[in-house]
């Protein structure tokens, strides 16, 4: 039977491939250590989930809820962008919270995007940046950038050969994968360019909080007239280690966050209410729940560099997000990331996020998520310096899984 349109568009789900050979591996028995998937560890905060359960105990929490976010919700978002930034939002016309920032691209495309239309977009990039609009009927120009003065260059060249003109652009720092940081001159000269030609600036931020070296990143909202064309997603996944209750953002320009909503209206009624009570209690909070966050990450960050370094893999420390975008391996590089991460699995019992999930400009890398312990991680290091020491003495014993089929 021949496959819908929409699902047709979109290419094999790579990830999927090495989430089955990791099932079929721990079926067997082997103690996989999963690196792959950016899915938080640490438990949520006490008085976050404290929170939760004291509202959840109302029967009148129980009903439907607001699409866009209650009240006190939009409120504790706008005032966390005034602490953290600097940047005032109205909280009835410039907030919108979301099923997470994933829901909140996803449906952003749906509202703007008519057939045909060109989005710019990072390649690499987290999947729904291009997908949310490819199945929107969008089309994607990919762009093999950093936010560094190639950056601008590399968009002209991308509006010369688009017809039509592009809609939006892509921005994603600190990236996931990249773990790449903008800086706020990058977001300026961003800002500057896209005013003149017309484009909107779609921003994802989700790793806000998530940074090592002392300088929190910027928000492109900083940039004085960015509100004319902008809007920025966050999530309160990582930030606040709540993955599964699904709470982000959408902050910005006043027309986008009417059109994003209009959307919103006819799909969901947004997350349960003690969900929407508990995350603004947490954005309400001191702080101290994200810099303990931070140092865990840091230290595991540290622990990684450190003990694959030694094990002969190098790579590079991410100055932000919970991720390394970590090279393959000289000697395996020629099989791609899709392959290289089928090895690990099956030879070092280590699983990680093969870079060309994210776009075919990955497909020398892998993604590292800091998603385990230390211990952990330092076992991790260990499995690999056996592989690669084995590798070493017998290269011709190991072999791509697609080569044995």
Not at 100 to 120: R, Y
Not at 285 to 306: C, L, N, S, T
Request: aromatic share 8%; proline share 7%.
């Amino acid at each position: 039977m021949e496959e819908f349109h929409k699902v047709r568009r979109l290419p094999p789900y790579v990830f999927e491939q090495v989430n089955r050979l990791k099932a079929s591996a721990r079926s067997r028995g082997a103690d996989i250590i999963d690196l792959g998937m950016g899915n938080p560890d640490l438990p949520t905060p006490k008085a976050i989930v404290d929170k939760l359960c004291e509202v959840v105990r109302d029967p009148r929490t129980h009903r439907y809820s607001s699409s866009r976010g209650i009240p006190g919700l939009r409120r504790a978002q706008a005032n966390y962008y005034a602490r953290r930034f600097g940047v005032k939002l109205n909280a009835d016309t410039q907030v919108v919270a979301t099923l997470g920032s994933k829901e909140g691209f996803a449906n952003m495309a749906q509202a703007i995007t008519a057939p045909g239309d060109v989005i710019l977009c990072p390649n690499p990039t987290y999947p729904i940046h291009a997908f949310g609009f490819i199945m929107s009927g969008g089309v994607i120009r990919s762009l093999q950038v950093e936010p560094d003065d190639g950056f601008i260059p590399a968009v002209e060249r991308g509006i010369r050969h688009s017809i039509p003109k592009p809609l939006a652009l892509i921005l994603n720092y600190p990236s996931n994968p990249t773990a790449l940081v903008a800086s706020l001159d990058f977001y300026k000269d961003v800002v500057a360019f896209a005013k003149k030609n017309d484009i909107i600036i779609l921003s994802d931020l989700a790793y806000s909080e998530i940074y090592f070296d002392g300088n929190p990143p910027p928000s492109v909202l900083q940039v004085p007239g960015a509100m004319d064309i902008c809007v920025e997603f966050t999530s309160m996944s990582k930030t606040f280690s709540m993955p599964g209750w699904r709470m982000g953002f959408a902050v910005g320009n006043e027309r986008l966050i009417a059109a994003l909503t209009r959307v919103k209206s006819y799909l969901d009624y947004g997350a349960f209410t003690p969900i929407q009570v508990a995350a603004a209690h947490a954005l309400n909070g001191d702080g101290a729940d994200i810099e303990e966050v931070r140092e865990v990450y840091h230290k595991r960050r540290d622990v990684m560099v450190d003990s694959f370094g030694r094990a002969g893999w190098t790579i590079p420390a991410p100055a932000a997000s919970m991720f390394a975008w970590a090279p393959i391996p000289e000697q395996f590089r020629h099989l791609g990331s899709l392959e290289f991460s089928k090895l690990l699995i099956e030879h070092a019992d280590v699983a990680v996020a093969p870079g060309v999930g994210f776009g075919e400009h990955g497909d020398d890398y892998v993604r590292v998520a800091l998603v385990e312990n230390e211990h952990r991680i330092r076992q991790a290091a260990r499995n690999i310096k056996r592989f690669l020491a084995s590798t070493a003495k017998q290269p011709n014993n190991v072999v791509p899984l697609a080569a044995r089929r």
